[in-house]
Antibody
Framework: QVQLVESGGGVVQPGGSLRLSCAAS????????LHWVRQAPGKGLEWVAY????????FYTDSVKGRFTISRDNSRNTLYLQMNSLRAEDTALYYC??????????????WGQGTMVTVSS | EVILTQSPATLSLSPGERATLSCRAS??????LAWYQQKPGQAPRLLIY???NRATGIPARFSGSGSGTDFTLTISSLEPEDFAVYYC??????????FGQGTRLEIK
């Protein structure tokens, strides 16, 4: 079945780095755009980043621009989020998400279970 | 940035009743609006995309309507498993993709 499984979260000090991974299965990975969405504890959903199906383009929310980098390895069916210069306000559960159709950019029909990132000294 | 405002913040209803949730956009999003359900400890679940299209496997009691700036999610007859938080999300004018702040549907 279609599945996304995130990993790589953890506790990191302010200013530190983490790389999140999202392993995909059950669909033609290289034909879908993908996104990262986060949710701070007890809060709502916040879109973080997007990457085109071939990895040739990406967008970010303003608060992570210049600090986070989204990438993908279509040969490994894996999505990544490199997070540098982490701040306390980046503390959240990070989800990867797949869009409904190959020609569509942003309604998310499949979500992973999330990986928790905690930024604290 | 498109601001999505959901109302009410909390809705208290009983099983069997009809639920009407609202999402208002600060500018037109045409029909590029989705609705999600989230239960505690779970990832969001897509209910409706492009304002009125039910996602795969979503029961017919869930329906979406609206266009432009005003949208509604209707649950025709509440089941016990429908009590959750609901979010709207737009994908018309982005980046950024934006979500509403959520409506909590609780058992009365």
């Amino acid at each position: 079945q279609v599945q996304l499984v995130e990993s790589g979260g953890g506790v990191v000090q302010p200013g530190g780095s983490l790389r999140l991974s999202c392993a995909a299965s059950g669909f033609t990975f290289n034909t879908f755009v993908l996104h990262w969405v986060r949710q701070a504890p007890g809060k709502g959903l916040e879109w973080v980043a997007y990457i085109k199906s071939d990895g040739s383009g990406a967008f970010y929310t303003d608060s992570v621009k210049g600090r986070f980098t989204i990438s993908r390895d279509n040969s490994r069916n894996t999505l990544y989020l490199q997070m540098n210069s982490l701040r306390a306000e980046d503390t959240a559960l990070y989800y990867c998400a797949k869009v409904v159709f190959q020609w569509q950019d942003g309604a998310f029909d499949i979500w992973g279970q999330g990986t928790m990132v905690t930024v604290s000294s | 940035e498109v601001i999505l405002t959901q109302s009410p913040a909390t809705l208290s209803l009983s099983p069997g009743e009809r639920a009407t949730l609202s999402c208002r956009a600060s500018q037109t999003v045409v029909s590029y609006l989705a609705w999600y359900q989230q239960k505690p400890g779970q990832a969001p679940r897509l209910l409706i995309y492009d304002a009125s299209n039910r996602a795969t496997g979503i029961p017919a009691r869930f329906s979406g309507s609206g266009s432009g700036t005003d949208f509604t999610l209707t649950i025709s007859s509440l089941e016990p498993e429908d009590f959750a938080v609901y979010y709207c999300q737009q994908r018309y004018n982005w980046p950024p993709i934006t979500f509403g702040q959520g409506t909590r549907l609780e058992i009365k």
